[in-house]
C-alpha cells in the first residue's frame, strides 16, 4: 500500500511531493525520507532539479505545519488548562523561536513543534519563515543525500546502488 502511495506522489512529479509533505508537515506521521533521497538519486540522472525538490518540499512542510498550529491554537483554548497553556507560552517566550527552528532538523519532532507554537500562539512573523528555513535545509540535506548515493553508485557497482535504481531509476 504505501508502495503504490509513493509511487504515485512520484508519478506526479513536483506536484505530488508538495501534497506529500503538506501531509508529512502535519501530525500525520510520514518521513520525509521516503521522497527526498529517492527524489535525489534521481536529481543526480538530471531527472528532477535540486532547488525546484527543496522549494516545493519546505512550502509543503510549512502549509501542513501551519494547519497543525492553527488546530492548535483553536484546540489549546478549549481542551488544555489554562495552566497548561501558561506553561507552554511561557516555554514559547523563552526558547520558541530556538525550539521552531531546530525541531525540523531532529528525526521525528520536526512535524509535532508547530502543535506547541499554535498553543503558545507564537508570532507567524517569526514561525512561518523559521519552520520554512529549517524544513528546506533537512529537505536540502536528505536531496543531497540521495543525490550522493548515485554518485557513488556511478564508481563501485554496490548491491544498495542496484536497490535504489531498479526501485526508482528505472519506473520514475
Known amino acids: 500500500m504505501l508502495t503504490l502511495f509513493i509511487d504515485t506522489v512520484f508519478n506526479m512529479g513536483y506536484l505530488g511531493f508538495f501534497l506529500y509533505t503538506i501531509i508529512v508537515g502535519t501530525f500525520i506521521p ?5 521522497i527526498l533521497l529517492p527524489a535525489g538519486f534521481l536529481a543526480s540522472q538530471g531527472r528532477l532539479d535540486v532547488l525546484t525538490i527543496i522549494v516545493v518540499t519546505a512550502l509543503g512542510t510549512t502549509i501542513g505545519a501551519t494547519i497543525n498550529y492553527f488546530l492548535a491554537k483553536k484546540v489549546a483554548t478549549r481542551f488544555i ?7 507552554i507560552e511561557k516555554f514559547f517566550q523563552k526558547y520558541g523561536k530556538a525550539s521552531v527552528a531546530l525541531a525540523p532538523l531532529t528525526f521525528g519532532l520536526g512535524q509535532y513543534i508547530s502543535i506547541p507554537a499554535g498553543m503558545a500562539k507564537m ?7 523559521l519552520i520554512f528555513l529549517s524544513n528546506a535545509l533537512w529537505n536540502f540535506a536528505m536531496v543531497m543525500l540521495g543525490y550522493n548515493v548515485w554518485s557513488r553508485c556511478r564508481v563501485k557497482n554496490h548491491l544498495s546502488c542496484w536497490f535504489w535504481y531498479t526501485s526508482y531509476g528505472s519506473n520514475h
Do not use: A, G, V, Y
Request: charged share 35%.
Open 30 to 34: 510520514l518521513p520525509t525520507q521516503l
Open 81 to 87: 488548562s489554562d495552566e497548561k497553556n501558561r506553561k
Open 123 to 129: 508570532d507567524l512573523r517569526w514561525f512561518l519563515p
